[in-house]
């Protein structure tokens, strides 16, 4: 392969994060995973080392910043430290999930705008440029006064889902600020769009007052960007199914699953769970029969790919 001048060779490296999507992406890109040592002082401090020259060379450094959160921000900020001191040509953090994505603006008083904070401390670290996909808002790119591609898995579970026995298909918006992400869905199964009319409480509860649509006797996929506590889309499910519903399914493409998630998508009407691998599954998701995770590290390898030739990379969006 013929490299772009002043970038050097490709190369793959991986925090502590999230190893299996990274080794993932490496076989889809044909290269060895990049050799470094990545561990932790007795005090939790992170200790790292890059066991090979990478001076001269294009570096990816995949690392979704999902639980714990705080611990792999700051373990890719000391990567990305270590590239930048050891004089790579470009180092370009790949972030699946983009942790503090939720708390995009000041809608409350006296609160913090962690999206932009992170942001500032990651082009304060030396990175070149950020891979990421679905941020919770669009607009936190600007955030960036560096280029960000912004990618999305939709290509991904559109294709899985247009492959299931789905009739009289509805896609759900969980709220009103989800409805134009599930009419682009909608349109691209041929589907029908309904959405839930819902009021989130002080304490970030959610309660479904009502649904817009006709989903009596329809297959109805719920569609979302992050699931944390499944406890929106749980109230959803339920409100679907007193319309008349005939089955019930779920998609995002975030699946934090964190807290009361597993036992609430468990008693929850909801048939099945579609989610994607940019946040890793432990080992009590893995249980949990209704989950159905999806790959998105051939995506990401076109991607990085296409960024390292310096290619189009429009072509991937949806």
């Known amino acids: 392969m013929e490299r772009p001048a002043g970038y050097g060779e490709l190369k793959l490296f991986s925090g502590s994060a999230h190893?299996?999507?990274?080794?993932?992406?490496?076989?889809?890109?044909?290269?060895?995973?990049?050799?470094?040592?990545?561990?932790?002082?007795?005090?939790?401090?992170?200790?790292?080392?890059?066991?090979?020259?990478?001076?001269?060379?294009?570096?990816?450094?995949?690392?979704?910043?999902?639980?714990?959160?705080?611990?792999?921000?700051?373990?890719?900020?000391?990567?990305?430290?270590?590239f930048r001191r050891s004089s790579a040509a470009r180092i370009t953090a790949v972030i699946p999930y983009y942790g503090y994505a939720r708390q995009d603006r000041k809608d409350k008083?006296?609160?913090?705008?962690?999206?932009?904070?992170?942001?500032?401390?990651?082009?304060?670290?030396?990175?070149?440029?950020?891979?990421?996909?679905?941020?919770?808002?669009?607009?936190?790119?600007?955030?960036?006064?560096?280029?960000?591609?912004?990618?999305?898995?939709?290509?991904?579970?559109?294709?899985?889902?247009?492959?299931?026995?789905?009739?009289?298909?509805?896609?759900?918006?969980?709220?009103?600020?989800g409805a134009e992400r599930a009419r682009a869905y909608a349109k691209r199964l041929g589907g029908e769009l309904a959405v839930i009319d819902k009021r989130r409480s002080d304490d970030g509860t959610a309660e479904v007052?009502?649904?817009?649509?006709?989903?009596?006797?329809?297959?109805?996929?719920?569609?979302?960007?992050?699931?944390?506590?499944?406890?929106?889309?749980?109230?959803?499910?339920?409100?679907?199914?007193?319309?008349?519903?005939?089955?019930?399914?779920?998609?995002?493409?975030?699946?934090?699953?964190?807290?009361?998630?597993?036992?609430r998508i468990e008693k929850a009407p909801i048939e099945k769970l579609i989610v994607t691998n940019t946040i890793p599954s432990n080992g009590e998701r893995a249980k949990c029969g209704k989950i159905h995770v999806l790959s998105v590290a051939k995506l990401l390898a076109q991607a990085i790919r296409s960024i390292h030739e310096e290619s189009s990379v429009s072509s991937l969006f949806v």
């Open 19 to 82: 190893p299996e999507l990274a080794k993932e992406i490496a076989q889809h890109l044909g290269l060895p995973m990049g050799q470094c040592r990545l561990r932790r002082f007795p005090d939790t401090e992170v200790s790292f080392q890059i066991d090979e020259n990478i001076r001269g060379t294009d570096v990816f450094i995949v690392q979704p910043t999902s639980m714990p959160v705080d611990e792999h921000i700051m373990e890719m900020l000391i990567m990305i430290d270590a």
């Open 109 to 177: 008083p006296r609160v913090p705008i962690s999206a932009k904070l992170v942001a500032n401390i990651l082009s304060a670290s030396g990175v070149d440029r950020v891979l990421t996909m679905d941020l919770h808002k669009a607009q936190i790119q600007g955030f960036f006064d560096i280029p960000v591609d912004h990618l999305f898995a939709a290509p991904v579970i559109l294709d899985y889902l247009a492959r299931q026995d789905l009739p009289n298909l509805t896609i759900v918006a969980p709220d009103a600020g």
């Open 209 to 263: 007052m009502n649904v817009v649509g006709d989903v009596e006797g329809r297959t109805c996929v719920i569609q979302d960007d992050i699931i944390d506590t499944a406890g929106t889309i749980a109230k959803a499910a339920t409100a679907l199914k007193a319309n008349g519903a005939a089955r019930v399914l779920a998609c995002a493409v975030h699946g934090v699953l964190s807290g009361p998630a597993l036992e």
